[in-house]
Nanobody
Framework: QVRLVESGGGLVQAGGYLRLSCAAS????????MGWFRQAPGKEREFVAALIWSGGSTYYAASVKGRFTISRDNAKNTVYLQMRSLKPEDTAVYYC?????????????????WGQGTLVTVSS
């Protein structure tokens, strides 16, 4: 019912900048929150950032707070993740997700729809 398409991943040097985009289509009005998660090789999926559509509240993992910014463009049904001061440990596949029910936006299991993922590689 909700389709998510991520873009913007790539290779960047440590200290660099990338902006990821997540374009949503379908029944987008049903979304309560949008989240960004990431998964590195051999690691479990972890929360990165989330945004509540109503009111625009944002949440960040401690590891990215102060460096990453989640934002939205309502007219374009698009959510962005701006990543500054990138570190090699930020290397992962980044996933955009949407959940339809109110709840803890930092819990991956609560999200209903997921994008295909976009790879971010940060070289040292």
């Amino acid at each position: 019912q909700v389709r998510l398409v991520e873009s913007g991943g790539g290779l960047v040097q440590a200290g660099g900048y990338l902006r990821l985009s997540c374009a949503a289509s379908g029944r987008t009005s049903s979304s309560y929150s949008m989240g960004w998660f990431r998964q590195a090789p051999g690691k479990e999926r972890e929360f990165v950032a989330a945004l509540i559509w109503s009111g625009g509240s944002t949440y960040y993992a401690a590891s990215v707070k102060g460096r990453f910014t989640i934002s939205r463009d309502n007219a374009k049904n698009t959510v962005y993740l701006q990543m500054r001061s990138l570190k090699p440990e930020d290397t992962a596949v980044y996933y955009c997700a949407a959940r339809t029910d109110p709840g803890s936006s930092w819990l991956a299991r609560g999200y209903d729809y997921w994008g295909q993922g976009t790879l971010v590689t940060v070289s040292s």
